[in-house]
């Protein structure tokens, strides 16, 4: 199968590799030259990691980045794949821009997959003149590690495009799960909803971060609390998203004052040194003093 990724970065870099290990022909597109290379390089780098932790095979690796070709012509990427994944920023605007000029150069047959982690599916995909081949492929971050991909069905995606995105997402040896077209899809909602509640927690001073994520990972078997998770993610992705449930799905999703003050405060989280806990190096060192009766 020949498979277009649009979007180099983060997300399009891991797509295109779990792709072509699969056996898969991969185009990976970005609007600049140094970003595909810096995505093919990323991919490189990953199976290198792979191959030293006896992972990947050397001859798996080599026949994977046979299969990929970089690109910054998004004709050339999606003429006759099979399906086009985008991963370009998460902008309504940026997403319609890009299925249209997809659907100008592919297939009636061709399956248009976006990897939103929150926009609506079936926004993105009123666009299309064929929306009924549009469809959600949630993966997450890094995407060679994280077997999950949620199935995003929108309003006008047909049964046969379920069925092909199912066979694709199995093909790669990842499990699918599949939600209907609703804010947060399954994962962000409910992973959220906790993240939410562990800050407000932590606001009345019920128990410290640590203590919160303790009990989760050893009561629960999370393999990481809900407010290093957060720190994780960032906190102003955290506090954004939180905005966008609560316009959509209500109060509940309201965001404590305790995660605004730190947003406003720059301190984000893992990325930029501090957010309920103290990062270097990417590691916990300690926690924020910043925290409680917010
Ligand atoms: N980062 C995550 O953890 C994560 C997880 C799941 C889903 N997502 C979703 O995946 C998508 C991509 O996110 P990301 O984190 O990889 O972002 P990113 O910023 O790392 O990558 C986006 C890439 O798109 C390119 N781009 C910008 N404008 C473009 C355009 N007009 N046409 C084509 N490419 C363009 C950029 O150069 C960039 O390389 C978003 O929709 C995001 O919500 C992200």
């Known amino acids: 199968m020949h498979v277009a990724i649009l979007g180099a970065g983060t997300m399009g870099h891991g797509i295109a590799q779990v792709s072509a290990m699969a056996g898969h022909d991969v185009s990976l597109r970005d609007i600049e030259a140094d970003i595909v290379d810096d995505g093919l390089a990323a991919i490189e780098s990953n199976l290198q990691e792979g191959i030293a ?29 099979d399906l086009v994944v985008e991963a370009v920023p998460e902008d309504m605007a940026i997403k319609h821009e890009t299925l249209t000029a997809v659907e100008s150069h592919v297939d009636p047959a061709t399956l248009i997959a976006s990897n939103t982690s929150s926009l609506s599916l079936t926004e993105i995909a009123s666009v299309l003149d064929s929306p009924e081949r549009a469809i959600g492929l949630h993966f997450f971050n890094p995407v060679h590690i994280m077997a999950l991909v949620e199935i995003v069905v929108a309003e006008q995606t047909s049964a046969e495009t379920v ?13 699918p799960v599949e939600v209907a077209d609703a804010p947060g899809f399954a994962s962000s909602r409910l992973g959220v909803s906790l993240g939410v509640e562990a800050m407000r927690m932590v606001q009345e ?35 954004d998203i939180l905005e966008y449930l609560r316009a959509e799905l209500g109060e509940r999703f309201r965001p404590p004052q305790i995660l605004k003050r730190k947003v406003r405060a720059g ?17 916990i060192v300690g926690t924020s003093g910043d925290w409680g009766d917010a």
């Open 53 to 81: 932790r006896e992972k990947v095979s050397e001859s798996t690796a080599e026949a994977t980045l046979d299969r990929l070709t970089g690109t910054t012509s998004l004709e050339e990427a999606v003429t006759g794949a």
């Open 163 to 175: 069925v092909r995105a199912r066979e694709f997402v199995n093909g790669i040896d990842k499990t």
């Open 205 to 239: 001073g019920v128990a410290t971060p640590q203590d919160i994520d303790t009990a989760m990972e050893l009561g629960y078997n999370h393999p990481m609390g809900p407010i290093e998770l957060g720190d994780v993610v960032g906190l102003d992705v955290r506090l």
């Open 267 to 283: 301190k984000l989280g893992k990325k930029s040194g501090e957010g309920f806990y103290v990062w270097e190096d990417g590691d």
